[in-house]
DNA sequence: AATGAATGAGGATTCATTCAT
DNA sequence: GATGAATGAATCCTCATTCAT
């Protein structure tokens, strides 16, 4: 009654439920794309925009705006499990894999800084859960005394990681990237290539 | 209030023109309390509220968004010159303001990370001036053969800041100045105690 | 559920054109439950889902919103005129069976209301004919010198009873019922039981 | 930074805070109209849009949807007071003041009805409000038998009310208007003229 | 110079309806 | 015939900014 569904007029075209796994890959996509260039207070509807559904796709695939930043860094996170979880992976190793995806989304390091301070991500639960999977999958690689160059406790391997998100700023991934690793050669830690996981 | 706009009411009185410096310093006040509670993105009209004057005051002495955040950051800014300024400096000392102010405040660690990659804190060239004149403050501070404890560049400095403001995380101020002292330890450099300058 | 589409699972399986008639009772079960707990403005979405089918289904059966509406008090009805044919139907075991459903569902009580007014229920046409159909069921068991207990005309029957359906407030079925017998009181005309017609 | 103001456009003029207290009559004048023609779920885009003033100004005199209800049906109570409170003043005649009300505006029907089934109107506690005090209004002008016409207990009075307003329908105030009167008369009770009480 | 009401664009969210499979 | 994903218009609400007073 007070809706006007465009009666007659033509659609877009609904290329119909096979769309659906398809769909929820682009939103993901497109909000890793949105986040990096805008951090994660940007618009959902551009995110729909970009990954070319309905905002009404968006919000079946992910009930509210925590759930699709999740499902970004759920891949993140993944990532660095797996990366963690490789024959013969190295603390430094894993670190170049977290130093890539710092690098590449605010997204990823604004998971980090989910205190609830500032308005973002409010999901504390579930950024606590990604974060913690994170510290898990970094302290199976610690070695056997656990130093990472200086005397530390492995509370230090989270913080270092924070600390290192402090660094990344520039305007482009190459510039992210090497202040990320001159932070990581401040603190005396080794790291591996800086690069994704491909499992 | 919104209930009754009691338009009829006196108006509060112009407190005429010898009011304009009393509102600014209200409006820098208030915004600072609201950035501390509430981040960068807080609503404008709850800091012209706070400061207990009309929208348009803070529009007359602000232009826009991001001046107002300056005019909060100057203070700070102007508090760590005026500590690197005085009689016996220290580097740990000044540092040791640094990290107060990291720790009181999001709007300073924003500071440090305004690269338009987030919707925060657009103006650039003046944020880039304010983190430049922090800098400056500091090297005034170096030691002479600079070194901060490792091996260094004076660039090392103003990265360890911003690496720290990564550490900066938690509900409250003192836990915030716990991880953020717990970080200086992590890069072994030390830092004097962490409490605002007062010149 | 929204969160993994899990579009890869086997369908629920198509029951087959068996599974219609079935369909078309379980929507209107459920649009009946649905009604009484959340009014008559509740989204079809929950029906549909209440009633264990898609969406499509429901459009199939009920070509909009008022279709639905009608059929669940298709049903109401059909009772009331079941009730006034039985043999020995008196006016008051009639409004009894009236009076059940009055306190059981908003949507009969919209039904007398449906005058275009409120948002609610525009079918006129269809609302018409249904209430006619109460009107002419009660009719049929007034007693001869038509006299409801006060003087009146056969028109004051269906005015009667939707001022018992004014009367018909409050969060339970006992209150509503309560409620409904003290307006019939009010007015002055004996009720049988309340209770549905099990024909 | 992602409101465009429509920067340099002509604005359809600001006419003031002067236009404070008149914004609001209209608002709650448009309110009305708009509530008796679509009922208490018109969209409040439509009142905004009638009362001729931006959305804005709507939640800045009412924080809520239940807000500027309550401020319609404010006003109609007020009268019924201070049409009980008149010297002189009958049951009858505040009964009068009562109908006109009922058949004038949907909205007060949806008052007595304010019991949490149907989504309109949650403010339950501020509905409350406002049916007691049209209950203390009628029943200061009980005769001392208290009877109506039939034999009765106070509380019968505030259920013939809503017996009544379950009568008033139709698509013009004068077809309302004669089933209210009819209602009146089919339980008994008399009332005065049919009209609004300007005192 | 101060006040704070007005403006209205924009973002979040919901849901009726369509339609590919 | 059934499924349920897709669509997008419409509504709610917020807030940056302007401007009459």
Redesign the interface.
Known sequence: ??QHPTPDERRPANRG??A??GN?AALVAAAREIY????L???LSGIARRAGVGQGVLY????DRD?IAAAVLEENVRQVERAAAAEGATLAGVLGVVTWHLAQS?AFIGL??A?????RFHAHACARDLSDRVERALRRCLPDGHRLG?P?TPD?LM??V??????????TQEERER?AL??WR???ITVGPVRPYEG
Chains 1, 2, 3, 4 share one sequence.
């Open positions: 009654m007070t439920p096979k659906a796994a929820r990096a260039e805008h951090g207070d940007a618009p079946r695939h992910f009930p759930a605010a980090l800084h205190d609830g301070t500032s308005g200086a530390d230090d913080l270092a924070a600390m290192v998100s402090g660094a990344v700023t520039g305007p202040r001159a932070a401040l603190l005396g």
